[in-house]
């Protein structure tokens, strides 16, 4: 890990609004982020690199715990290299529909017409590769714990998330089970568990979306105000 100074500093506060500001602003990204919709068609339109990097960078500004930042991104471009993932992908997501989900899990997955076939894993122009670091290592070899992982990188992938959809970018965060391919042909340590892959891009002119999937909890369902 590095040493940090850990003397405080004043706060760069944003802006303070009004109260009648604040209630436009919440209620219009509010709406803004309920125009999200996960994505199976993707455009081959490239996307600069740039871009990406700033939305990493919008990400590893996350809260982790004990600020470790307990995450690696690996972002992928090249054409051989996601071949390799969607031939791996592809290999859990057969043994995965072909009944190891459980007949549950296969039943609710009709409602939104995913199958075994994941071609925007090489039609997207990025994809990126979000690993847990479960801990690290010193150049000396020596193990460092990191703290709450999971929520860390939570977090962190859902701030990914929304920093893509800022810029009118589609995404989908694609979980193949087991996914250790992913260290593999990445070349990550055993330290890292893959968390999640985020596919990356403008979605296809023909690109639509399940029904089911625009059917979200209302307030009252979700929130207890006490």
Not at 8 to 15: R, T, V
Not at 161 to 176: D, F, K, M, R, S
């Amino acid at each position: 890990m590095t040493d940090y100074d850990y003397d405080p500093i004043p706060l760069d506060p944003p802006s303070r609004l009004s109260d009648a500001e604040m209630q436009r602003a919440a209620t219009l990204h509010k709406d803004f982020v309920s125009r999200r919709r996960s994505v199976r068609a993707f455009s081959a339109e490239p996307i600069d690199r740039t871009v990406i990097e700033a939305c990493v960078l919008a990400a590893g500004a996350a809260p982790s715990g004990a600020n470790h930042q307990p995450w690696h991104f690996v972002c992928i471009s090249d054409a051989q290299t996601k071949r390799a993932i969607r031939e791996a992908a592809e290999t859990e997501e057969r043994a995965f529909y072909g009944g190891k989900a459980g007949e549950a899990w296969l039943s609710d997955l009709k409602k939104i017409g995913t199958d075994a076939s994941k071609p925007f894993l090489e039609t997207a122009p990025w994809l990126i590769a979000v690993f847990a670091e479960r801990y690290a290592e010193d150049a000396n070899g020596v193990r460092h714990k990191n703290y709450y992982v999971p929520e860390s990188v939570g977090i962190a992938t859902g701030f990914l998330i929304n920093a893509c959809h800022q810029l009118g970018l589609a995404t989908l965060t694609h979980t193949p089970n087991p996914m250790k391919f992913l260290n593999r042909i990445l070349g990550r340590p055993k330290s890292e568990r893959p968390f999640v892959l985020l596919v990356v891009g403008h979605p296809s002119l023909e690109a639509t979306v399940p029904r089911a999937a625009t059917i979200k909890k209302q307030l009252d369902q979700i929130t207890t105000f006490i």
